[in-house]
């Protein structure tokens, strides 16, 4: 019987991307990251299990340019590299999926480690920060919650006093924007042509 190494008999850990890139979730590198890759992994990333209303799901991506939105909205004066980490703030789940919280919370620690591993390389790829500052931090969780307040009430079934219960309430002028699913193609041209945009700014320190 022929013997196997270790490493011929470890369970695979990288996956293929469209791109031909293969991206290590163990060990992944920030050159094995492109964003054609993550764009086209979000546009078909549901959110909210796809539990949600409208002749299309509710994808990661769509869900990204909502939370860069709500970030300029509640910070005006954001700089860009604090808007492409807002865009950008999911950006694992292309590799990952799109976990509700509930389920993030039984798997706990395993995930959370995984995910951290991946935002670091992302940003690194794009010219940030491997970890975001506490106050961005929290400004983007900030806009996190109040996009899942609009997705929650328009898209997913949630009452009004259900989701500011869940969520907190939504900053003022928030009604501007809406959560109405827009098709896969759509999400992903859109989140590429706000990316190319944040990613211009920053590289030329805008």
């Known amino acids: 019987m022929p013997r196997h190494s270790a490493k011929s008999s470890a369970p695979r850990a ?5 791109s031909g890139r293969r991206l290590d979730l163990l060990d992944p590198s920030p050159l094995d990251i492109e964003i054609e890759d993550i764009a086209h992994g979000l546009a078909r990333v549901a ?8 002749a299309h799901p509710y994808s990661v991506a769509q869900h990204s340019l909502l939370v860069e939105a709500l ?3 509640i910070e005006p004066s954001a700089p860009p590299d604090w808007l492409l980490a807002a865009l950008l703030h999911d950006a694992p789940e292309y590799v990952v999926g799109d976990m509700i919280s509930p389920f993030k919370n039984v798997i706990g620690d395993d995930y959370k480690s995984v995910e951290d591993r ?9 010219g940030l920060p491997p970890r975001i500052k506490p106050r961005l931090k929290k400004l983007i969780k900030k806009a996190d919650h109040a996009s899942a307040y609009i997705e929650a009430t328009e898209v997913a079934g949630f009452s009004k006093d ?3 219960a869940l969520f907190g309430p939504p900053p003022a002028n928030f009604d501007r924007y ?5 098709a896969t193609d759509d999400a992903k041209q859109r989140f590429l ?3 190319e945009t944040l990613d211009a700014l920053v590289r030329s320190g805008a």
């Not at 990288?14 to 469209?18: N, S």
């Not at 959110?47 to 409208?54: A, D, I, S």
């Open 14 to 18: 990288w996956q293929r991307m469209l």
């Open 47 to 54: 959110r909210w299990n796809g539990q949600t209303t409208g």
């Open 71 to 73: 970030v300029r909205l």
């Open 118 to 126: 991946l935002t670091q390389a992302i940003h690194l790829r794009f």
């Open 162 to 164: 259900e989701a500011r």
């Open 178 to 182: 809406s959560a109405e699913p827009i």
């Open 193 to 195: 042509v706000r990316f």
